[in-house]
């Protein structure tokens, strides 16, 4: 019935809204990459101004392409009028360049992050994180695409032109208002869109096509297919090619989890495929089955009156078209050899165990915990020793499933309630869906970067349960006696040092221009006040009488230019 109903207001919204060709995200590559973060407005609907964030664009940024071993700096300038941060979910990278919570973007300023790409060839993504606002600046629009390349890939006969063979596939549902504004933190997320999008077709090449997927909804999980049910290959999960590819005609892709997928369209010129959430297929007690919870006494507000829920919906149309002159035309029979740590390897066991604050019909409607805490800011839930191999348990007692993430590290799932992982799951991961009243335990290990001081987050990828709390984190601590992070903060144009420091912290400007004041802030963006000399070539903080930690420098220098840094408080 809900289905009928669908489909009628499917084809009644087809009336007012034709299809669109599907928005490509424009492309950065190199070894520097400039984000402007601002608010705009975007035209999701004709005769409507909405007003959305927007990187370097009205609605989503730019897809950035990195090459494995290149050192990249990202010159991120937040052009809000709210405090930001940028997270590179999935990337191996030091805590002070993960753009986590702590490493906030306060209106007006940059951010100068510089890492070595460590990871491997694979799909991943930006967005902002800051506490409590996740959900609020992605949905606006803050978010776009990274694609690592690396030299095992390389050596596949994969398509691998953006654009032409290989295509971006940012999968999100939205809310809007009638006057076309979008609604944030609202069970009616009826509107799906891709790349920004609504109601889109992609013709593609009569050839093999690479589609890199990603669920950048807040909470809505997808079972995806063809309508017909073609077969298509997954060949990458979040952090990593698999071993070869794995023949699906369904596959779920829950908030934060990426998959690269090859679809063989040879041989189907004039034909047209649509690729769909089959969600009625989706068992209760996930976000876009027809029962959200475990029971139907269990809701949300608003979500039952949600056609999308339970429902079978069209996501993208593809028309098929001549092939190219350089077409890959078959699916190789292999990829890569992943290579898992040992479970008898691991030094740790954790156990996380997910439950709703409130007990009985709201439960789902969260708030979440996880061991029984919330997101405090200024707790450490976990200390990790550096090199440190580990396996995580994570078991939801709450009545919905929960994607879990981690930052610095792509994990091996080990076992799915006793048993091994499908073979689309045993690649490398950073976001597993942990259905209700279920166990999943991956192993991982802590490598390469330490910092006694600077945490990575833990958390649930549904963006409304990580705002409210369901978030924690860990610091991965250095060898006795030595520094920390492998990769530290510098800016561009102002030097800080020692740093990390003693309590009296020099400012130098690289281009030695006259520092005319700082202005110091804690990582809850409060300022604090602060006494400085001015020397000749710099300035001195005095930095006494502030804890341990993470601090925000905002220098203004002579010419009027206000930079960002930070300085590390021993
Ligand atoms: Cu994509 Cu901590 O997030
Ligand atoms: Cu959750």
Redo the contacts with the bound molecule.
Sequence with gaps: MKRITFFLSFFSLLLVKAQQPLAIPAVLSGTSFNLNVHDTTHVFYSGFTTLTYGINASYLGPTLIMNKGDSVSINVNNFLMDTTTIHWHGMHVSAMNDGGPHNIILPGASWQPSFRVRDHASTYWYHPHLHMMTNMHVTRGAAGMIIVRDSTESLLNLPRTYGVDDYPLVIQSKCFDASKQIQINNASDSVMMVNGTINPFLNVSAQVIRFRVLNASSERVYQLGFQGNLTFHQIGTDGGLLDAPVALTRLRLAPGERAEILVNFSGLNGQTFTLMSFASELPGAIYGATQPGMGPGQTITGYSQNPLNGADFPILQFNVTAPTSTAVISIPSTLITNTAWPVSSANTTRTLT?SPVNMGPTAIQ?P?LINNTSFDTHAINYSVPLNNTEIWTLTNQSP????FHIHDVQFYITEVNGAPPAANLAGRKDVVLVPAMQTIKFITRLETFCDDSASYMYH???LP??DLG?MGQFVVTCPAGTGFAEEKFEHASIKVFPNPGCRFVNLLSVNAEKIISVRVYDNAGRELSVNTTAEESGLIVDMRDVEAGIYILRVKTESGETNQTYVQVK
């Design positions: 997910f969260g979440f919905i499933a929960h994607p649930c990828h549904m349960h990580e369901m």
